[in-house]
């Protein structure tokens, strides 16, 4: 049996920990809403993919020893996602796993639905990870769409397939609809396509390209009077924008378009990002900001950022908090009730008795700013990207508050703005008439180490020439079948039954035969009940007296935009 290794170019996993939400209804927003891991390089994260994700969820299913079962026969599992940087929910997946003899493919599907969206992931093997080869050669595609419709969440594919003895070619395509990483946003309105392809060589390292465009035809630039960011963009840049141009997915203007090139080796990544509209390459302030007389240096040869692949550190970005009111609920865009979105909720916050901080940072003022239910204001502080260590007790010199994103090169190193603090996750904090608000982590970002000017190990790698990446045509969209299944043979919340909804950890021998019908309980939907065995569709209702047997099968037929080109006028 092939085993599945992790890839081993950027991957973490964090536990999910909030005690008091047991007190809370499981179908409250304060349980349902997941929490995701981002990398704040998040161009390198676009290079690579969350492979790893899903290669982790394969891996806690035990396909090595449930195997075969028999042509449209799968089993379920019940697993911790959050170990895997997917959803908490406790909802089973229905796996089928198929390999012929011990040298052929591996083929597992995994399948999962709620009430709203539901879940696929296809992973084919023919050749396992390696040291040499962290790609292996494999094909993976993942999905998440409204049953209602089929209208898809999140589409992903992913390909490794082989040059020569010593060459692999990776390639991905992801596209996510902006309700994934803000469920306050309405559905459709932010769209963003990501591609990479990378040329590894066996035992060295390799180079890639990956894009990144957010489509957003109606979004405005605040305080500016309904100016949409098109329509600047258009006046700024028209050699991109041609006659009746529209800013839909696929083929029309993104917002947004960025694109990376890197180069990899066992221990660093250099690359170097360009804006798809002006042409203009990342850079670094020397000594101070903009607003410090500082002097801006693009990035060049031999000036490119480079990141260490081990040894990161987290923060939580302002914008990946979730905010509950004692129901459970998300709290709204507004909640200083002053009908303006750029002001905010003060809170006091006690520093030392919450974080076992004390405060010496000249933008906090002993209180935390809710914006709305996704966004939380902890002050900010000049870190140093390769430990988070601070510099001073306030801004990166020369920078303003809204400088989040300006790297200043101070000594040799590299520093940038991050939040002064984290809120820790399950805090509960109240406001000034008495309203308790409870705070969850949503997005823990991981910060890859900036390695310093003259670095010996970046300075071995060289960028390559721009890759064409993967278009959306590249998505597979597999016809896949929800197999016939029984009871829970696997259930990682045996340990902890308050956090599973589903079973309360509970779980069945899968050869054993519990309630006596004769039906083994891998095949048992009712393992508990000699009266009923048989559900097809999963929806809880024995087949028997079921006037609607339906499993859901997606419908891609409206959403694979295949008579149209992905935006691609643009600089690289």
């Not at 991957?11 to 939400?21: E, G, K, R, T, Y």
């Not at 809370?24 to 809403?33: L, Q």
């Not at 906090?364 to 900010?380: A, P, Q, R």
């Amino acid at each position: 049996m092939k085993k599945i290794l992790f890839l081993t170019l950027i991957f973490s996993s964090s536990i999910f920990s909030f005690p008091d939400l047991n007190t809370f209804d499981k179908s409250k927003p304060i349980w349902r809403n997941a929490k995701i891991i981002y990398v704040h390089q998040y161009m390198l994260d676009v290079a690579f993919g969350r492979i790893n994700s899903y290669l982790c969820l394969i891996n806690k299913t035990d396909y090595q020893n449930n195997s075969n079962l028999g042509d449209g026969i799968g089993y379920k599992v019940i697993l911790n996602n959050s170990d895997c940087e997917h959803a908490e929910a406790s909802i089973p997946w229905t796996v089928v796993s198929k390999q012929e003899s011990k040298n052929a493919d591996l083929d597992i599907e995994l399948f999962k639905s709620d009430q709203a969206v539901d879940y696929k992931l296809k992973i084919n093997i023919e050749e396992e990870v390696s040291d040499s080869n962290p790609f292996g050669v494999l094909t993976i595609d993942y999905s998440s769409v409204f049953k209602s419709n089929s209208s898809p969440l999140y589409n992903a594919s992913y390909e490794s397939r082989k040059l020569s003895e010593n060459q692999v070619k990776f390639e991905a395509a992801y596209y996510m609809d902006g309700v994934v990483i803000n469920n306050l946003i309405p559905f459709e309105f932010d769209k963003y396509f990501y591609s990479s392809k990378i040329i590894h060589t066996s035992n060295s390292g390799g180079y890639g390209t990956a894009t990144s465009l957010n489509f957003n035809p109606t979004i405005e630039i605040p305080n500016t009077g309904g100016v949409k960011y098109l329509t600047y963009f258009a006046a700024q840049y028209p050699q991109y924008f041609p006659t009746g141009y529209t800013g839909n997915y696929p083929d029309g203007n993104p917002i947004s378009i960025q694109t990376v090139n890197f180069a990899y080796n066992d221990k660093v990544i250099k690359f170097e990002v360009t804006d798809g509209y002006s042409g203009v390459k990342n850079g670094v302030w020397l000594n101070a900001g903009p607003n410090g007389g500082g002097t801006f240096q693009r990035s060049s040869q031999n000036s490119e950022l480079c990141v260490n692949r081990t040894g990161s550190w987290t923060y939580v970005g302002p914008t990946n908090y979730g905010v509950y009111n004692t129901s459970g609920d998300r709290i709204n865009n507004n909640p200083d009730g002053d009908g303006n979105p750029n002001t905010a909720l003060s809170v006091n916050y006690n520093l030392q008795a919450i974080n076992n901080i004390t405060a010496n940072n000249a933008t906090f003022d002993g209180t935390i700013k809710i914006f709305s239910g996704s966004w939380v204001g902890t002050g900010l502080q000049c870190k140093k990207i390769a430990d988070g260590s601070s510099y001073g007790n306030t801004l990166c010199p020369g920078t303003t508050t809204g400088d989040v994103s300006t790297i200043v090169l101070i000594n040799g190193e590299y520093y940038s703005n991050f939040p002064f603090f984290d809120v820790p996750e399950g805090t509960v904090v109240t406001d000034a008439q008495g309203n308790e608000y409870f705070i969850r982590q949503l997005g823990e970002k991981k910060v890859y180490p900036m390695k310093p000017v003259g670095d010996s190990d970046c300075a071995t790698l060289t960028l390559q020439n721009t890759l064409d990446t993967p278009d959306h045509n590249f998505f597979n969209y597999p016809v896949m079948n929800l197999p016939k299944s029984g009871a829970v043979i696997i259930n990682e919340f045996s340990s902890d039954p308050l956090a599973d909804e589903y079973l309360q950890g509970k779980s069945f021998s899968k050869n054993g035969d519990d309630d006596g019908d004769g039906v083994l309980n891998y095949l048992d939907a009712f393992p508990e009940d000699a009266l009923k065995s048989l559900d097809a569709d999963q929806d809880g209702i024995d087949d028997a007296v079921d006037n609607n047997i339906a499993p859901f099968q997606l419908d891609w037929n409206n959403f694979k935009y295949s008579g149209k080109s992905l935006y691609s006028n643009y600089s690289k």
